[in-house]
């Protein structure tokens, strides 16, 4: 089974500066997804960017961009100029798209991060 | 704004009893998808379901059923409540299968 690990459960940061959120994911799989998504304190489950394993090129969006490391396993997020409204809890997900004819998202358990004025 | 809508937004119950979650999907997606997001499980994926046929089913209970009807919105019904079912329950859509996009969650708690 897959398994998606974010070893930091808490980070902080500073209006405008840069900030890396970590993600490790276990497959024995070569074609799948990578996602971010963000829950601010709405608690709504909002998509932050996609990564395809088959492309080697890193997704970017605006502020956004990952880090895909596919040999590693490794699927990290840049957010860059930190805002106030980044403030949320971020969960990196997985999805094999053959397996089993679902496509059902696995997730980490989450990392809240909080930018500070 | 997902496109996707939920209702209710917060459901209060007792132990023992039945409710009915709905969800909308995104105008033209096929798939509907249904996630439990509790404190001490994570989010989980409970039940997945393509153009009215249930394709996938992951940790969901026994006492926990869904459907999807001809216009494709989705239902999660929930019986013989218990204190553990408290959770915020997610519906997500999809068109192609590659991207879900989540509704804002109901609230459900069981007292």
């Known amino acids: 089974a897959q398994t998606v690990t974010q070893s930091q459960p808490e980070m902080s940061v500073q209006e405008a500066e840069t900030v890396t959120l970590s993600c490790t994911y276990d497959t024995s799989e070569s074609n799948y997804y990578l996602f971010w998504y963000k829950q601010p304190p709405s608690r709504q489950m909002i998509l932050v960017i996609r990564q395809e394993a088959y492309k080697q090129q890193n997704a970017t969006e605006n502020r956004f961009s990952v880090n895909f490391q596919k040999a590693a396993k490794s699927f990290s997020l840049k957010i860059s100029d930190s805002q106030l409204g980044d403030t949320a809890m971020y969960f990196c997900?997985?999805?094999?798209?053959?397996?089993?004819?679902?496509?059902?998202?696995?997730f980490g358990k989450g990392m809240k991060l909080t930018v500070n004025p | 704004d997902s496109g996707v809508t939920q209702t209710p937004k917060h459901l209060i119950t007792a132990t023992g009893q039945r409710v009915t979650l709905r969800c909308s999907p995104r105008?033209?997606?096929?798939?509907v998808y249904w996630y439990q997001q509790s404190l001490d499980q994570g989010l989980q994926f409970l039940i997945q379901y393509y153009n009215g046929e249930e394709r996938a089913k992951g940790n969901i209970l026994e006492r926990f059923s869904a459907q999807q009807f001809p216009d494709l919105h989705s239902e999660l019904n929930l019986s013989s409540l218990e204190l553990g079912d408290s959770a915020l329950y997610f519906c997500a859509s999809s068109d192609r299968g590659d991207t879900q996009y989540f509704g804002p969650g109901t609230r459900l708690t069981v007292l």
């Open positions: 105008s033209g997606d096929l798939s």
């Open positions: 997900a997985f999805m094999n798209p053959l397996q089993g004819g679902s496509e059902k998202l696995v």
